[in-house]
T-cell receptor, first 113, second 115 residues
């Protein structure tokens, strides 16, 4: 069965430092992987996706994610964190041959000034 | 600005009330979804409609009744809810896997409180 795991409930980072939010996946077949961000009292916003091609995927707001097939990981990264990046981040995988996305439990990112 | 609009944004209802949540998408998509987001729980997929047909119903209690009259509109009818149904209900749409890679576009959510 398809699933995603986000091992960290919260990640703390100082402004200006690089950040990483971790995600591992389990899929049958080729993975379709996604990252979303949720600000307080808002819906989820699409950040980026990996379907095929380059392992490093660039997305919105300066975020990028690295697909690693051997480690079944799809970690979200940003070279220099901003206080405004503080939010809840969700990793998701598409269930094969369906329109469904399965979401991880979310990781709260806190960027301190 | 989101292409998926949800109303109302906030709803307070008693356990004996009947109310409905509405979702409208302006993106030309052909699949729509209801998700439930509760505190400290993973996002729960409730219903999926593809081309106006319900293709997924994840063992949701019958007190939640979805309706998809066309590809742009999705409703969630609520009746005799329980306090544990209090949550943020998120609507989303997508192109459907036959036409895209399947990313979802979400509305801002409807915050439901059941007293």
């Amino acid at each position: 069965a398809q699933s995603v795991a986000q091992p960290e409930d919260q990640v703390n980072v100082a402004e200006g430092n690089p950040l990483t939010v971790k995600c591992t996946y389990s899929v049958s077949g080729n993975p379709y992987l996604f990252w979303y961000v949720q600000y307080p009292n808002r819906g989820l916003q699409f950040l980026l996706k990996y379907i095929t091609g380059d392992n490093l995927v660039k997305g919105s707001y300066g975020f990028e994610a690295e697909f690693n097939k051997s480690q079944t990981s799809f970690h979200l990264k940003k070279p220099s964190a901003l206080v405004s990046d503080s939010a809840l981040y969700f990793c998701a995988v598409r269930v094969a041959n369906t329109d469904k996305l399965i979401f991880g439990t979310g990781t709260r990112l806190q960027v301190f000034p | 600005e989101t292409g998926v609009t949800q109303t109302p944004r906030h709803l307070v209802m008693g356990m004996t009330n009947k109310k409905s949540l509405k979702c409208e998408q302006h993106l030309g998509h052909n699949a729509m979804y209801w998700y439930k987001q509760s505190a400290k729980k993973p996002l729960e997929l409730m219903f999926v409609y593809s081309l106006e047909e319900r293709v997924e119903n994840n063992s949701v209690p019958s007190r939640f009744s979805p309706e998809c009259p066309n590809s742009s509109h999705l409703f969630l009818h609520l009746h005799t809810l329980q306090p544990e149904d209090s949550a943020l209900y998120l609507c989303a749409s997508s192109q459907g896997r036959s036409r895209s890679t399947g990313e979802l576009f979400f509305g801002e959510g409807s915050r439901l409180t059941v007293l």
